[in-house]
């Protein structure tokens, strides 16, 4: 279905929460991250537009208090103005960017809270990896290596714009910047899925490095994550 429903019972009974655009509306949940009693969802809803029917993205809920209670934030969206995006050392050249204003195209398909960072990821398709240090209501855009680099960090000299592809047959853009799910794991390691690969950080999101098909994988598009325990 898709609605969300809880247990407090080991699975003998469930109960739904009362989000109203779950319960009346036409929201459903494509992605969600449970610790302790904070519970984050991310929420989107299908349109038809000339190219068929796509996903778009509604916005975030998230309940602090088990679910019995829940707050509704909007869709991370870019602003028109949202034309550059400054990586490492704020004098230098920030990198251009093309922003995402579409709701469609732009599903949380992929969410995870951070306790130890407070940090709060999300992966959102062609809207790309992005983060929010203030419990959801800012976002800023997180660069991950473009398609003809394997890595990045903030003293390198490399400048490239930031740009998703629109579609799969799209030749401008990155499909790296397609992003499918999002994780810290235990030693606070973050790790993205996207179209061309799987992304890693070990310092907190800032420099990244990218393995594909060329470094083993079985293909470069990578669409879930999950920590063995």
Same mark, same amino acid.
């Given at each position: 279905? *898709?609605?969300? @429903?809880?247990?407090? +019972?080991?699975?003998?009974?469930?109960?739904?929460?009362?989000?109203?655009?779950?319960?009346?509306?036409? +929201?459903? @949940?494509? *992605?969600?991250?449970?610790?302790?009693?904070?519970?984050?969802?991310?929420?989107?809803?299908? $349109?038809?537009?000339?190219?068929?029917?796509? %996903?778009?993205?509604?916005? /975030?809920? &998230? *309940?602090?208090?088990?679910?019995?209670?829940?707050?509704?934030?909007?869709a991370?969206? %870019?602003?028109?103005?949202?034309t550059?995006?400054?990586?490492?050392?704020?004098?230098? =050249?920030? !990198?251009?960017?093309?922003? !995402?204003?579409?709701?469609?195209?732009?599903?949380? #398909?992929?969410?995870?809270?951070?306790?130890?960072?407070?940090?709060?990821?999300?992966? =959102?398709?062609?809207?790309?990896?992005?983060?929010?240090? %203030?419990?959801?209501?800012?976002?800023?855009? #997180?660069?991950?290596?473009?398609? %003809?680099?394997?890595?990045?960090?903030?003293?390198?000299? !490399?400048?490239?714009?930031?740009?998703?592809?629109?579609?799969?047959?799209?030749?401008?853009? *990155?499909?790296?910047?397609? =992003?499918? +799910? &999002?994780? &810290?794991?235990? =030693?606070?390691?973050?790790?993205?899925a996207?179209?061309?690969?799987?992304? &890693?950080?070990? +310092?907190?999101?800032?420099?990244?490095?990218? !393995?594909?098909?060329?470094?083993?994988?079985?293909g470069?598009? $990578?669409?879930? /994550?999950?920590?063995?325990?």
């Amino acid at each position: 279905g *898709s609605g969300l @429903v809880g247990t407090a +019972d080991g699975g003998r009974t469930f109960r739904a929460p009362s989000i109203d655009s779950l319960r009346f509306g036409s +929201d459903r @949940v494509s *992605s969600l991250s449970v610790v302790g009693d904070t519970i984050w969802a991310g929420l989107s809803f299908t $349109v038809e537009t000339t190219q068929g029917f796509r %996903d778009a993205a509604s916005g /975030l809920t &998230v *309940s602090r208090d088990g679910g019995r209670t829940w707050t509704l934030l909007p869709a991370p969206l %870019d602003l028109p103005s949202d034309t550059a995006i400054v990586y490492g050392d704020p004098n230098r =050249a920030p !990198f251009p960017a093309v922003p !995402f204003v579409a709701a469609v195209g732009a599903p949380p #398909v992929g969410i995870h809270y951070d306790p130890p960072s407070g940090t709060l990821w999300l992966a =959102a398709f062609r809207s790309g990896l992005r983060r929010s240090d %203030d419990g959801g209501r800012t976002f800023e855009r #997180v660069i991950l290596p473009p398609d %003809d680099l394997s890595s990045i960090a903030p003293d390198d000299p !490399f400048l490239f714009p930031i740009v998703s592809p629109r579609s799969a047959q799209d030749t401008l853009g *990155s499909f790296n910047f397609w =992003a499918y +799910d &999002v994780l &810290v794991d235990e =030693a606070g390691d973050v790790w993205a899925a996207t179209e061309a690969g799987l992304n &890693v950080s070990r +310092d907190g999101g800032i420099s990244w490095r990218r !393995f594909g098909e060329t470094e083993g994988l079985s293909g470069d598009q $990578v669409t879930t /994550l999950a920590e063995q325990q």
